[in-house]
């Protein structure tokens, strides 16, 4: 189905375009033109346009609209395709948010419609709030989507929420941007009654896309809760003993005929108060964090935009703000150091809150960025995302502590050292860290480490504040520091060592659930680490109610195609999965694993679930793993993440795989990664593709002796194999803690 562009939005933008002066017309036709330019060559050429950070979206379709000449590229572009992704990161397809979605036309027109005229007043009575000298701050830009995706692959906004929601925050800042074009409906469901609320208030700031709307909405919205604490103003001061924040209003008073797209304080001798305001509360001399929706770098940091001699200017000299996020930019990067003379000025873009975008390459490649989120999301809709995420302040005292976390809760940045999860058996020596010298006392003169412990059942969901969790805490030096029921989300102090002491092992147990841990959790004074845990049951069961046949059609299309490949019928396809459901549970927990697994790995080309063609359905099915047909250019995409280093070549796997002619495993986790075994000697034609049988599962150790000691051994002893309750737990853990997308089969155990 090709897109379109909807017949009453084109009708609105002709009469808007219509009421403009010839003088207007002619100051706002380049942008467009230049909009139209990059379009053009993405649809036409199939390559990605150059980046221009001066026109957005909106602009994308806006001459096709009012001059209705859609043929070549709206009339070429079906719904739900990419095309391509550009150098900042865009990915121009016709999805939800993406580039030449027709829904950015929303925004076009409602700027048109308010140009010069319909804007609300500005409110110059900001408020300086006085808070806590020990706080949490959570911080999160262009985050005003709303819930626009499903339960089974919920929008990245939603995911951002919850997170946020976990770690209890005590002020949230929304740094602006609520989409299409801020509007009553917009700023009313998605900011108002869905923004996730600090426990000590909430904050927002103005934007260009509520600018599109005359900004009325936005003013009303923060004329209200959650947001009272501003008093309808759109900057504000937040304070204590050591530090100021300060939210600036960088969008009314940017050129409305660039369509606000460069951030700006001031502009014609208005706004004049903003910049008083902040030459008072630097003034102050305590260290200062400024916020704004506009970015005061370009995206790559390779130069300073006008908003950046406006804030500096504001400082006496070699002085500026010790901090300052901006978001817009839908990136999450941290840049190196910057200057103001002599006063060092630490940069952040946080606006990745929720729209979808792909690597960009301009970033990844620069010499002015020390980190951006370019991870793969795993996204099954859209391939080419990354992870979305937030950023957290955590201020105690004249100490700060800066921590990204991603869509899935996991710390994006700064990151320390890979942790795996710990089994419930007693740890042995296979997993332990190698015996050395080192010291056994911490150093009184270092500081502490904090490590909160955050507890999850089987449902993926925070277990109940009630439940009272024994938690034990032992050191690398194998000295315990705790051992008391303390309730989830207990932080703890514990000694720094400076050495493998400050690899901890954390095992936590309640009655009427299997105990778990996790281990080593790095721990160092600089990050406060956070250790999520799942804790199952004892007489814990699979609930597939999530995981239906009608269902899973709507929830994982590509699974459901597979699966239900080679059945002679739609009716025969449906009845052999509910005979599995219903008589071999174990089994198809196994293959929900395996499958989720495999499509989060992230393969030089698509993830290894996309390769499957169908499943082989007759006794080898187990609940260990599962044998099917596969693209055997799956075989070379996995020798060249080999070479990448996500994968490894398994020696010896004739011995655990019969009839096999090659196998790899997955490197990333410490437990839990997914095997591939290739069985190239058998194959079978599918829709013209000589498919190969390929045999994967997940090992609970990513060491081969581990493996083979712990794991093959003793199952073969017992009789018992791979357990897929122990697999769903080792990989949601491992998963959180790599800060990969969060391992979400489309079933849970309760």
Same mark, same amino acid.
């Given at each position: 189905?090709?897109?379109?562009?909807?017949?009453?939005?084109?009708?609105?933008?002709?009469?808007?375009?219509?009421?403009?002066?010839?003088?207007?017309?002619?100051?706002?036709?380049?942008?467009?033109?230049?909009?139209?330019?990059?379009?053009?060559?993405?649809?036409?050429?199939?390559?990605?346009?150059?980046?221009?950070?001066?026109?957005?979206?909106?602009?994308?379709?806006?001459?096709?609209?009012?001059?209705?000449?859609?043929?070549?590229?709206?009339?070429?572009?079906?719904?739900?395709?990419?095309?391509?992704?550009?150098?900042?990161?865009?990915?121009?397809?016709?999805?939800?948010?993406?580039?030449?979605?027709?829904?950015?036309?929303?925004?076009?027109?409602?700027?048109?419609?308010?140009?010069?005229?319909?804007?609300?007043?500005?409110?110059?009575?900001?408020?300086?709030?006085?808070?806590?000298?020990?706080?949490?701050?959570?911080?999160?830009?262009?985050?005003?989507?709303?819930?626009?995706?499903?339960?089974?692959?919920?929008?990245?906004?939603?995911?951002?929420?919850?997170?946020?929601?976990?770690?209890?925050?005590?002020?949230?800042?929304?740094?602006?941007?609520?989409?299409?074009?801020?509007?009553?409906?917009?700023?009313?469901?998605?900011?108002?009654?869905?923004?996730?609320?600090?426990?000590?208030?909430?904050?927002?700031?103005?934007?260009?896309?509520?600018?599109?709307?005359?900004?009325?909405?936005?003013?009303?919205?923060?004329?209200?809760?959650?947001?009272?604490?501003?008093?309808?103003?759109?900057?504000?001061?937040?304070?204590?003993?050591?530090?100021?924040?300060?939210?600036?209003?960088?969008?009314?008073?940017?050129?409305?005929?660039?369509?606000?797209?460069?951030?700006?304080?001031?502009?014609?001798?208005?706004?004049?108060?903003?910049?008083?305001?902040?030459?008072?509360?630097?003034?102050?001399?305590?260290?200062?964090?400024?916020?704004?929706?506009?970015?005061?770098?370009?995206?790559?940091?390779?130069?300073?935009?006008?908003?950046?001699?406006?804030?500096?200017?504001?400082?006496?000299?070699?002085?500026?703000?010790?901090?300052?996020?901006?978001?817009?930019?839908?990136?999450?990067?941290?840049?190196?150091?910057?200057?103001?003379?002599?006063?060092?000025?630490?940069?952040?873009?946080?606006?990745?809150?929720?729209?979808?975008?792909?690597?960009?390459?301009?970033?990844?490649?620069?010499?002015?960025?020390?980190?951006?989120?370019?991870?793969?999301?795993?996204?099954?809709?859209?391939?080419?995302?990354?992870?979305?995420?937030?950023?957290?302040?955590?201020?105690?005292?004249?100490?700060?502590?800066?921590?990204?976390?991603?869509?899935?809760?996991?710390?994006?940045?700064?990151?320390?050292?890979?942790?795996?999860?710990?089994?419930?058996?007693?740890?042995?020596?296979?997993?332990?860290?190698?015996?050395?010298?080192?010291?056994?006392?911490?150093?009184?003169?270092?500081?502490?480490?904090?490590?909160?412990?955050?507890?999850?059942?089987?449902?993926?969901?925070?277990?109940?504040?009630?439940?009272?969790?024994?938690?034990?805490?032992?050191?690398?030096?194998?000295?315990?520091?705790?051992?008391?029921?303390?309730?989830?989300?207990?932080?703890?102090?514990?000694?720094?060592?400076?050495?493998?002491?400050?690899?901890?092992?954390?095992?936590?147990?309640?009655?009427?659930?299997?105990?778990?841990?996790?281990?080593?959790?790095?721990?160092?004074?600089?990050?406060?680490?956070?250790?999520?845990?799942?804790?199952?049951?004892?007489?814990?069961?699979?609930?597939?109610?999530?995981?239906?046949?009608?269902?899973?059609?709507?929830?994982?299309?590509?699974?459901?195609?597979?699966? %239900?490949?080679? #059945? @002679?019928?739609?009716?025969? *396809?449906? =009845?052999? !999965?509910?005979?599995?459901?219903?008589?071999? /549970?174990? +089994?198809?927990?196994?293959?929900?694993?395996?499958?989720?697994?495999?499509?989060?790995?992230?393969?030089?080309?698509?993830?290894?679930?996309?390769?499957?063609?169908?499943?082989?359905?007759?006794?080898?099915?187990?609940?260990?793993?599962?044998?099917?047909?596969?693209?055997?250019?799956?075989?070379?995409?996995?020798?060249?993440?080999?070479?990448?280093?996500?994968?490894?070549?398994? %020696?010896?796997? #004739? @011995?655990?795989?019969?009839? *096999?002619? =090659?196998? !790899?495993?997955?490197?990333?986790?410490?437990? /839990?990664? +997914?095997?591939?075994?290739?069985?190239?000697?058998?194959?079978?034609?599918?829709?013209?593709?000589?498919?190969?049988?390929?045999?994967?599962?997940?090992?609970?150790?990513?060491?081969?002796?581990?493996?083979?000691?712990?794991?093959?051994?003793?199952?073969?002893?017992?009789?018992?194999?791979?357990?897929?309750?122990?697999?769903?737990?080792?990989?949601?853990?491992?998963?959180?803690? %790599?800060?990969?997308?969060?391992?979400?089969?489309?079933?849970?155990?309760?």
């Amino acid at each position: 189905m090709q897109i379109y562009i909807p017949p009453t939005t084109a009708s609105r933008i002709r009469a808007a375009w219509e009421k403009l002066s010839p003088e207007q017309r002619s100051r706002i036709m380049p942008l467009i033109q230049r909009g139209h330019q990059k379009t053009l060559i993405a649809t036409r050429e199939r390559v990605a346009p150059p980046v221009d950070e001066m026109t957005g979206p909106s602009l994308n379709l806006a001459l096709s609209a009012i001059t209705g000449a859609t043929a070549g590229i709206v009339d070429t572009l079906d719904a739900g395709i990419v095309v391509t992704v550009d150098g900042g990161g865009e990915i121009w397809g016709t999805g939800k948010y993406e580039a030449l979605d027709p829904g950015w036309l929303e925004a076009f027109v409602l700027w048109l419609e308010n140009l010069s005229e319909n804007k609300h007043p500005f409110n110059s009575s900001p408020v300086v709030t006085t808070i806590d000298d020990t706080l949490q701050i959570a911080i999160a830009g262009d985050w005003g989507t709303g819930d626009w995706r499903t339960s089974a692959n919920p929008s990245p906004s939603t995911k951002v929420c919850k997170q946020i929601a976990i770690l209890q925050p005590n002020l949230t800042i929304h740094l602006g941007d609520v989409y299409y074009a801020g509007s009553d409906d917009e700023e009313t469901h998605i900011l108002v009654k869905s923004w996730p609320r600090g426990s000590a208030g909430s904050l927002a700031l103005n934007s260009n896309h509520e600018m599109y709307s005359g900004c009325g909405p936005y003013f009303d919205a923060i004329g209200g809760a959650p947001f009272l604490m501003q008093k309808q103003c759109s900057y504000f001061a937040l304070e204590n003993k050591n530090w100021v924040i300060v939210g600036l209003d960088s969008a009314y008073f940017a050129d409305e005929y660039g369509m606000y797209r460069e951030g700006s304080l001031s502009r014609d001798g208005k706004g004049v108060e903003q910049l008083d305001f902040l030459r008072a509360q630097a003034a102050k001399k305590k260290k200062l964090i400024l916020l704004t929706h506009h970015n005061g770098l370009a995206e790559d940091g390779s130069s300073q935009m006008a908003i950046w001699s406006q804030v500096m200017g504001a400082f006496p000299k070699d002085a500026g703000p010790a901090y300052w996020y901006w978001g817009h930019m839908h990136a999450g990067v941290w840049y190196n150091v910057q200057s103001n003379g002599a006063a060092a000025v630490n940069c952040r873009c946080c606006g990745h809150g929720a729209l979808p975008c792909g690597q960009a390459h301009n970033l990844s490649k620069s010499t002015n960025i020390v980190w951006n989120e370019d991870r793969c999301a795993g996204d099954p809709d859209i391939p080419q995302r990354v992870l979305n995420g937030f950023a957290v302040i955590s201020l105690d005292g004249p100490k700060i502590t800066e921590t990204f976390y991603d869509e899935d809760g996991g710390v994006a940045y700064p990151r320390t050292a890979a942790t795996r999860p710990a089994l419930s058996a007693p740890l042995s020596s296979v997993v332990r860290a190698a015996a050395f010298e080192q010291k056994s006392q911490p150093d009184s003169a270092l500081a502490e480490s904090r490590l909160t412990v955050r507890i999850f059942d089987g449902t993926r969901q925070p277990i109940s504040p009630d439940v009272r969790i024994l938690m034990t805490i032992t050191d690398g030096n194998e000295n315990q520091r705790y051992r008391d029921y303390r309730p989830s989300g207990t932080s703890f102090q514990l000694p720094f060592f400076d050495n493998l002491g400050d690899n901890y092992t954390v095992i936590a147990f309640t009655d009427r659930y299997s105990q778990a841990g996790f281990t080593p959790i790095k721990c160092s004074p600089d990050v406060p680490q956070t250790v999520d845990i799942m804790l199952l049951p004892k007489d814990a069961g699979f609930r597939f109610a999530g995981a239906q046949w009608d269902k899973l059609a709507f929830s994982q299309p590509l699974l459901y195609s597979i699966l %239900a490949h080679g #059945a @002679a019928n739609p009716g025969a *396809a449906a =009845d052999r !999965y509910a005979e599995l459901m219903d008589t071999r /549970a174990p +089994v198809l927990a196994c293959l929900f694993n395996i499958a989720t697994a495999m499509s989060s790995i992230a393969l030089p080309v698509g993830n290894p679930l996309q390769y499957f063609k169908e499943v082989i359905w007759d006794n080898t099915m187990a609940q260990d793993r599962f044998y099917g047909w596969a693209d055997p250019a799956l075989y070379d995409q996995v020798r060249m993440a080999a070479a990448q280093g996500t994968f490894s070549r398994e %020696a010896g796997f #004739a @011995a655990f795989h019969s009839g *096999a002619t =090659d196998s !790899y495993k997955q490197i990333q986790f410490g437990e /839990a990664n +997914v095997q591939l075994t290739f069985h190239a000697n058998d194959t079978k034609l599918i829709d013209g593709v000589n498919c190969v049988k390929m045999e994967p599962d997940i090992d609970y150790y990513k060491d081969l002796a581990a493996h083979t000691l712990l794991e093959v051994i003793t199952n073969g002893l017992s009789g018992n194999l791979t357990d897929p309750r122990q697999v769903y737990v080792l990989r949601w853990i491992a998963g959180r803690h %790599a800060g990969v997308p969060e391992f979400n089969p489309p079933y849970v155990i309760g």
